[in-house]
């Protein structure tokens, strides 16, 4: 088989890939490595309601504890979802001995796409100079201008509803209407804002949409919050709902599923990629195809384990890993409940439809002044206003016809504030093989080995602080609060390991994520971060994606690769 | 019929199907079979299920708790190991003893069978219902009480409003479900009246 490019992986970036490559006239191969989802004929569980399930919605808590024993405390995962997530006993991982790593994953077409938070928001310079200006990492060889081009294309085809806020540190897009904030999140936008102007509580800046995309086949958000089940509406942005239709509609993609590459080959003459292999995981048969160019979009950590396993003779520590920093300085956000606080004053007020995001305040420490107490970049909160309803009885007395009527009844309002903390990349944080075990291909397993440092946890002690203050100011009582990071993954933002910087001896990806040393090999997911920003990373991949694919287009029309 | 586990149509049914046939109504039933054979309850403790359940959430204007099966959710729950039930208790208390499987986690309906026996001095489901209630009660306000420990019966009367309101009755009868909003109203006004959306996910997720 011979294609002018072949993508591995299909979730968020590998679908952006395909797209843009099949619409700049490549004929292009996408191997994905769980099985086929069809959008509106595969979300299973879209419209059930709880009474229609085995465990009303709950799931067999028996059968995570057996066989998703990660998955399972990913808060998405529910008896709708769970088919949208990877088998933990299934899909093992490593972790080295003091490590706490949750590895949130979905193996499927569509990858992530169908499971992610759809929160899409901007880098800033304050991002891109980062590690220049605190020397941790490499610097970054991109900045904000060569980006925002590109986000405008993603945003314009994805669909991002939001509120133009006019911040330095969280540019605004070329946003859809934004959601609504509620009576609560407005109240505490203004009492935030009378108090410290430089901070800015606004509607989650989200991939659903408010207005539909006919042309695309794609129908307004219906406010139901059930997108992980899969939106036969195509409201928020899918590889099946976008990307992934607009590939298809050019005739020049090829779809494999149920294949997990195992490795790249090489060739030492021409220093470029000369095949990609994968086994067929239903017949356990191995396959080999051809193309130009290759782009790894398998997810973060996992591009860097088919690069380790990658080893020829000329590269025997793994593919495009002169410099030996391969797999290193991995990240994920520190992030923590900050607050929650009662909200009193607001009994006669109520809401109607499930909002699919929440309220967000922007990152207001270390802009123009160092003011984080014992770090050095930013952290930022999402969360929300919202009522109380019948699980709250689980937590107080009552019983018979008085405490029903309780729970027939919205409760009391309460703020939640979540503290999301850049994590700075360090070298320990890092992926290897491990090669003791194998999965059921016969493929070492990836072994993780990451802890957050001192940095994360004074930036998450000092957004409890401010986290604290703010809900205070606004008339809330504090009820809890946090200051210790979740395990590593939490967030479910991993990201780098085969970092972008300028210099070949440092770095693995150049400026247009591509490998240093290998000239048709292109990586364009999480991996290729090299620091970590404190708002969600998603639409910045999409954003380099795209900037990539034109930038291999270019180099393969001029004959540079 | 009996099937090989010993248990009928009548018996998984049970008196719940009479009140939601009464009011027109869909009951959840419970699949057995999918319970493993050391967990399966019998009929003693799918009754004091029954009635346990339906003291919480008793018949108002809308059907009770037992009325609609609840009790038979907690046990197939119980047996899963819902909201960490089958995570051993924090402290061992005398009580718990005599009802801890071997991997240490609590037998938590044989431990409130037991416990509400020995509150009433006899078996509980031979009191009066007034008494009933009234044990029930007083075993609700200590495991609630401020500085309280881990008491078992907070997690069966969680899995109780768990088994109520995800069933249609529950959700869509005595609350409000709407699958499909179509739309989002940041400001209404609210009422003592005002009744609850078991379809407003984040709230049964954070509320």
């Given at each position: ?127 891109f100079e980062a590690n220049q ?5 490499t610097d970054w060889p991109i ?338 609060g946090f200051d210790r990071p ?76 | ?207």
């Amino acid at each position: 088989m011979d294609f002018d490019a072949i993508v591995v992986g299909s979730g968020i970036t590998g679908g952006w890939a395909a797209k843009e490559l099949t619409e700049a006239g490549l004929k292009v191969l996408m191997i994905e490595r769980g099985r086929e989802i069809r959008h509106q004929q595969d979300y299973a569980t879209e419209t059930k309601a709880p009474w229609e399930l085995p465990f009303r919605g709950q799931g067999d808590a028996a059968l995570y504890r057996r066989e998703y024993p990660v998955q399972m405390l990913n808060r998405h995962f529910t008896e709708f979802t769970q088919g949208h997530f990877v088998n933990d006993a299934q899909n093992p991982y490593s972790t080295g001995a003091d490590t706490d790593f949750t590895w949130f994953r979905s193996y499927q077409l569509g990858g992530r796409s169908l499971t992610w938070g759809r929160q899409s928001y901007r880098w800033s310079d304050y991002d891109f100079e980062a590690n220049q200006r605190d020397g941790h990492g490499t610097d970054w060889p991109i900045r904000y201008a060569d980006l925002a081009p590109w986000y405008d294309k993603v945003e314009d085809f994805i669909g991002v509803s939001g509120q133009a806020e006019g911040l330095a540190q969280l540019p605004d897009g070329r946003f859809q209407p934004g959601m609504a904030l509620n009576v609560v999140e407005r109240h505490t936008r203004e009492a935030i804002r009378a108090k410290w102007p430089e901070r800015c509580l606004t509607i989650g800046r989200t991939a659903n949409l408010t207005q539909a995309k006919p042309d695309e086949g794609r129908g307004a958000c219906q406010n139901r919050s059930i997108c992980a089940r899969g939106c036969s509406y195509g409201a928020y942005f899918s590889t099946q709902s976008s990307t992934l239709p607009a590939a298809m509609k050019t005739g020049r993609l090829t779809v494999i599923t149920d294949a997990v590459v195992e490795a790249l080959d090489y060739d030492p003459a021409t220093r470029r990629v000369s095949g990609v292999r994968w086994i067929e995981t239903k017949t356990r048969q191995r396959q080999v195809a051809r193309s130009r160019i290759v782009f790894l979009n398998a997810g973060a950590f996992n591009s860097v384990h088919i690069l380790l396993n990658s080893v020829s003779a000329a590269m025997p520590n793994g593919l495009a890993n002169s410099s030996g920093v391969l797999g290193t300085h991995i990240m994920d956000h520190a992030n923590t409940l900050s607050a929650m606080a009662l909200m009193p004053g607001f009994e006669g007020h109520t809401t109607f439809g499930n909002r699919p995001t929440g309220a967000i305040i922007a990152r207001y420490r270390n802009l123009e002044t160092m003011d984080g107490v014992g770090h050095t970049r930013g952290f930022s909160f999402q969360g929300g206003a919202l009522q109380s309803t019948w699980t709250a009885g689980k937590r107080e007395a009552g019983i018979g016809a008085d405490y029903k009527d309780k729970l027939r009844h919205p409760g009391m309002w309460k703020m939640v504030l979540v503290g999301f903390a850049d994590c700075v990349p360090r070298a320990t944080n890092r992926l290897t093989l491990d090669r003791r075990r194998t999965d059921a291909n016969g493929l070492p397993l990836l072994k993780i080995d990451f802890a957050f440092g001192a940095e994360e946890h004074a930036a998450l002690a000092q957004a409890k602080a401010d986290a604290a203050e703010m809900l205070t100011a606004a008339g809330g009582t504090v009820i809890m609060g946090f200051d210790r990071p979740g395990a590593g993954g939490t967030a479910i933002h991993e990201m780098g390991g085969a970092r972008m910087g300028h210099d070949p001896a440092s770095s693995v990806l150049n400026r247009w994520s591509q490998a240093h040393d290998v000239a048709n090999l292109f990586v364009t997911d999480g991996a290729q971060m090299s620091s970590s920003a404190c708002q969600n990373p998603s639409l910045t991949y999409m954003a380099l994606t795209a900037r990539a694919c034109a930038a291999a287009v270019s180099m393969l029309r001029e004959g540079r690769i | 019929m009996t099937d090989a586990t010993g248990w009928n149509r009548r018996d998984v049914l049970g008196a719940a199907s009479l009140v939601a046939l009464a009011f027109g109504l869909p009951l959840a039933a419970v699949e057995w079979s999918a319970v493993p054979a050391e967990d399966r309850p019998g009929p003693a403790d799918r009754a004091l299920l029954r009635e346990v359940s339906q003291l919480v959430i008793p018949r108002t204007a809308t059907p009770g708790a037992g009325d609609v099966g609840a009790g038979d959710f907690v046990l197939l729950a119980l047996a899963h190991g819902l909201d960490a039930s089958r995570r051993p208790p924090g402290a061992i208390t005398p009580d718990l003893l005599p009802h801890l499987r071997p991997d240490g986690s609590l037998r938590h309906a044989a431990w409130l069978a037991a416990e509400l026996d020995r509150r009433g001095g006899g078996r509980f489901m031979a009191a009066a219902p007034p008494r009933r209630a009234e044990l029930l009660a007083a075993l609700d306000a200590e495991a609630f009480a401020e500085g309280a420990g881990d008491n078992p019966w907070r997690t069966i009367k969680g899995l109780i409003l768990t088994g109520y309101y995800t069933t249609e009755i529950g959700g869509s009868r005595e609350l409000r479900y709407e699958l499909v909003p179509g739309r989002y109203d940041p400001d209404l006004p609210a009422t003592p009246q005002t009744v609850a959306f078991s379809s407003d996910w984040t709230a049964v997720d954070f509320g």
